[in-house]
């Protein structure tokens, strides 16, 4: 078993250790130690870090398994590893917004099923393998999130539609609509913190940057500390002056523009003439959306919207004007809006919003294919496409074309409606092949038949796949340049 060690900068931080494949001395072995620096490698005793998923301004994130549960459970571990020289000013600074990030996971992540919930946090004091004195360092758990974050999913996929952007916006803003009514306000909305789980439910991460709000609405709230990501952030933060709400609000905006645009807030924005001009990116918007974005992108905070619930209930507007003036299908509920993991919320949403759902038939509103998706339907249809039209065809000639062509045509709308997905469409290419090798036992078809088919369905498939590959980057590069 390979157990990766935490210290910053271990030459070696690759440990393995073959006698913690035996499950009864891994669950009962009281430490390891790194070979390379002699750090401790089972953190306070429980948690066994495997792998490096990233490192940021405070920290670093490692994957890591809880052997103190019975499936030795993956979760999270983040070391606080500030970067660079810090003075002790700044150094307190970082080390309190690590801490703060563990107090707002156990307080919030227990309540809402869309913020990790917090497992641990405890310091570990060792001695420097060279001066001998004593190094502390910090680490908290949590829940980890198996999916993919935003920034990652636009890489992969391309920019978002409209209607995938409504509902991160929905969705994040029922979030937020949460914390503000705790008092607390994130600070570092963007894609990288909004991860998508395999199950496409939505979460909001890193919360080192939270600020606890305790002023009242008569008196000024307290400086912001300059913690903020460029672009995303608003004027106000940017300045270190007081946050509010709209602050989340304003980079929930920009991360929306970012996810339908493909390109960073800067390139969006004309400081020039100190305005957005973002609509000149974007193939198509509703007035509706445009018009909610554009007032959460003003400058001043006073004049965004002030609360989340606000931008729900114009979001909810938005929506009901748009269907009652078009012909598009009217836009679902999620099956499963956010609740809270043991209280309701102080302040529910109104059961009226209305956000995009992924089983609507309207072909608007039809969740997209990704990259790989398209890819697999490619390739499934080419081998399908071959092998039927070239079977059916040694049996009944011109018709058997015909007929091939028209299950082709319905497996291909079948598809595209998402009645059939991968899993659907490698079931039925493995039926397909076995199909073939029961006719070549019964003898309905020779081993060159056979041979001939399975060939030609792999020579489409590839084929096509390759095609549609080249198309898709064409159509990137397009919308990156238009």
């Given at each position: 078993m390979?157990?990766?060690?935490?210290?910053?900068?271990?030459?070696?931080?690759?440990?393995n250790?073959?006698?913690?494949d035996?499950?009864?001395k891994?669950?009962?072995?009281?430490?390891k130690?790194?070979t390379s620096?002699?750090?401790?490698?089972?953190?306070?005793g429980?948690?066994?870090p495997s792998k490096?998923?990233?490192?940021?301004?405070?920290?670093?994130?490692?994957l890591?398994?809880?052997?103190?549960?019975?499936?030795?459970?993956?979760c999270v571990?983040?070391?606080?590893?500030?970067?660079?020289n810090?003075?002790?000013q700044a150094?307190?600074?970082?080390?309190?917004?690590?801490?703060?990030?563990?107090?707002?996971l156990?307080?919030?992540?227990?309540?809402?099923?869309?913020i990790?919930?917090?497992?641990?946090?405890?310091?570990?004091v060792?001695?420097?393998?060279?001066t001998?004195?004593?190094?502390?360092?910090?680490?908290?758990?949590?829940?980890?999130?198996?999916?993919?974050?935003?920034?990652?999913?636009?890489?992969?996929?391309?920019?978002?539609?409209?209607?995938?952007?409504i509902?991160?916006?929905?969705?994040?803003?029922?979030v937020?609509?949460?914390?503000?009514d705790?008092?607390?306000i994130h600070?570092?909305?963007?894609?990288?913190?909004?991860?998508?789980?395999?199950?496409?439910?939505?979460?909001?991460?890193?919360?080192g940057a939270?600020?606890?709000?305790?002023?009242?609405?008569g008196n000024p709230?307290?400086?912001?500390?300059?913690?903020?990501?460029?672009?995303?952030?608003?004027?106000e933060?940017?300045?270190g002056?007081?946050v509010?709400?709209?602050?989340?609000?304003y980079?929930?905006?920009?991360?929306?523009?970012n996810?339908?645009?493909?390109k960073s807030?800067?390139?969006?924005?004309d400081?020039?003439n100190n305005?957005?001009?973002?609509?000149?990116?974007v193939?198509q918007?509703?007035?509706?959306?445009?018009?909610?974005?554009?007032r959460?992108?003003?400058s001043?905070?006073?004049?965004?919207?002030?609360?989340?619930?606000?931008?729900?209930?114009?979001l909810?507007?938005s929506?009901?004007?748009?269907?009652?003036s078009?012909?598009?299908?009217?836009?679902?509920?999620?099956?499963?809006?956010?609740?809270?993991k043991t209280t309701?919320?102080?302040?529910?949403?109104?059961?009226?919003?209305?956000?995009?759902?992924?089983?609507?038939?309207?072909?608007?509103?039809?969740?997209?294919?990704?990259?790989v998706?398209l890819?697999?339907?490619?390739?499934?249809?080419g081998?399908?496409g071959?092998?039927?039209i070239?079977?059916?065809?040694?049996f009944?000639?011109?018709?058997?074309?015909?007929?091939?062509?028209?299950?082709?045509?319905?497996?291909i709308?079948?598809?595209?409606?998402?009645?059939l997905?991968?899993?659907?469409?490698?079931?039925?290419?493995?039926i397909?092949?076995?199909?073939?090798i029961?006719?070549?036992i019964?003898?309905?078809?020779?081993?060159?038949?056979?041979s001939?088919?399975?060939?030609?369905g792999?020579?489409?498939?590839?084929?096509?796949?390759?095609?549609?590959?080249?198309f898709?980057?064409?159509y990137?590069?397009?919308?990156?340049?238009?």
């Open positions: 390979e157990i990766l060690c935490t210290r910053p900068g271990c030459s070696h931080p690759q440990n250790f073959s006698d913690l035996d499950p009864s891994l669950k009962t072995v009281q430490q130690y790194c620096c002699g750090m401790p490698l089972i953190l306070t429980r948690y066994l490096l998923l990233g490192k940021g301004g405070f920290g670093a994130a490692f890591a398994q809880d052997r103190f549960t019975p499936t030795m459970r993956l571990v983040k070391q606080f590893q500030p970067e660079g810090l003075n002790a150094l307190a600074i970082a080390q309190e917004l690590f801490e703060r990030e563990a107090v707002i156990e307080d919030l992540g227990s309540k809402h099923p869309q990790p919930q917090l497992y641990a946090f405890f310091p570990l060792i001695p420097n393998p060279i001998q004195e004593e190094e502390q360092f910090f680490y908290l758990v949590q829940e980890l999130i198996d999916g993919e974050d935003l920034e990652t999913e636009l890489k992969r996929k391309g920019i978002f539609l409209e209607n995938e952007v509902e991160v916006l929905h969705e994040i803003l029922l937020l609509q949460f914390i503000h705790n008092n607390c600070r570092d909305i963007k894609p990288s913190n909004i991860m998508r789980d395999k199950q496409g439910r939505l979460y909001l991460l890193d919360f939270v600020k606890q709000v305790t002023a009242t609405a709230q307290k400086r912001s500390t300059g913690i903020y990501s460029m672009g995303f952030a608003p004027p933060q940017m300045q002056s007081a509010y709400p709209a602050t989340d609000l980079a929930l905006a920009t991360t929306c523009l996810l339908l645009t493909g807030p800067e390139e969006l924005y400081s020039y305005r957005w001009n973002w609509q000149a990116h193939n918007v509703s007035d509706g959306l445009a018009n909610i974005l554009d959460l992108l003003l001043s905070p006073s004049e965004r919207y002030q609360s989340a619930s606000e931008v729900l209930q114009a909810h507007s929506q009901s004007q748009g269907a009652s078009s012909t598009k299908t009217s836009i679902q509920p999620p099956s499963n809006p956010p609740v809270s309701p919320l102080s302040s529910p949403p109104p059961q009226a919003i209305n956000i995009p759902s992924h089983s609507s038939s309207s072909p608007s509103q039809r969740k997209s294919f990704s990259t998706d890819l697999v339907s490619s390739g499934f249809t081998f399908e071959a092998i039927l070239l079977g059916l065809k040694s009944l000639a011109a018709p058997g074309i015909i007929l091939g062509c028209m299950i082709i045509a319905g497996l709308y079948l598809q595209s409606r998402h009645i997905d991968k899993k659907d469409v490698l079931i039925i290419g493995l397909t092949v076995l199909l073939l029961i006719c070549l019964f003898g309905f078809l020779g081993f060159d038949s056979v001939f088919l399975l060939i030609a792999l020579v489409a498939a590839a084929g096509l796949v390759a095609i549609t590959s080249l898709k980057l064409i990137q590069l397009l919308s990156r340049v238009l």
